[in-house]
């Protein structure tokens, strides 16, 4: 999927709230980062449920796609379900839950077991493509979408410091579509259910998790010194001062 960063709900205070994992405000002593304005971890956690139900389902069942099928139905409709009465946006959760079932529907009209990671495998392909034109026309995804949540529009643009750091801080998302790619394809090639189960979730919200926080620290140290951050864009700001790995 052309991912974000997986999931999206709420407001930016809902986001913050829910990254930071704790029942209270984000702490106003600790900077804001990726995570807090984007979320997404919890998200990306709920997407592993279905595949893990498919392979346990798959497996007790004999190895019967039908069996995994139920199970992945079954799991993606209460997780569905729990995260409408958590205050999700819907279409996110629908559109969540369709893709479970489209995944369901490959699988049974193929009859092959690792036919319900080929979404997966496909949408991380697309993703990849869609990151790298993004960079390349100088519309980085990640300045897209942290504008949108920012409601800046395109006023992100106008700042070539914010532009310089977002393109930057988008190589970094390029690379984990990159790098999930080519761990699922061969093990999709070679039917390796259980394999693709793990990397399922290994390459799910740990990964979220360390790209937001790498891309964070790329964006960072990308902007010169004194600049106010993401949320007030510097029209015509001439880069200058700290660059990347310095």
Not at 12 to 25: E, I, S, V
Not at 73 to 93: E, K
Not at 94 to 113: D, E, I, S
Not at 144 to 156: D, E, I, N, P, T
Request: charged share 15%; with cysteine.
């Amino acid at each position: 999927m052309t991912s974000t960063p997986e999931r999206e709900p709420g407001t930016a205070a809902a986001r913050a709230t829910a990254a930071h994992d704790g029942p209270g405000p984000v702490p106003a002593d600790r900077p804001e980062s990726l995570a807090d304005l984007l979320g997404g971890r919890r998200g990306a956690v709920d997407a592993t449920l279905p595949p893990v139900a498919f392979a346990v389902g798959w497996l007790v069942t004999g190895q019967s796609v039908w069996g995994g099928v139920i199970a992945a139905l079954a799991t993606g409709a209460g997780v569905a379900g729990w995260r409408l009465r958590r205050g999700d946006r819907p279409r996110s959760v629908l559109v969540g839950l369709l893709a479970v079932c489209v995944a369901a529907l490959v699988v049974l009209r193929t009859g092959r077991a690792e036919d319900f990671f080929l979404l997966q495998l496909l949408a991380n392909a697309a993703s990849t493509l869609a990151w790298v034109v993004s960079v390349v026309v100088r519309w980085p995804l990640l300045g897209v979408v942290v504008g949108a949540v920012l409601g800046q529009r395109a006023r992100w643009r106008r700042d070539p410091a914010l532009l310089r750091a977002y393109t930057r801080g988008s190589w970094v998302w390029v690379a984990t579509y990159v790098l999930r790619v080519a761990v699922f394809l061969p093990l999709y090639l070679s039917g390796q259910v259980l394999a693709l189960t793990v990397a399922r979730v290994a390459l799910s919200w740990p990964l979220v998790a360390a790209v937001l926080a790498v891309s964070w620290v790329v964006v960072r140290r990308s902007l010169p010194d004194g600049h106010p951050g993401l949320r007030h864009p510097l029209p015509g700001l001439a880069p200058q001062g700290r660059e990347t790995g310095k």
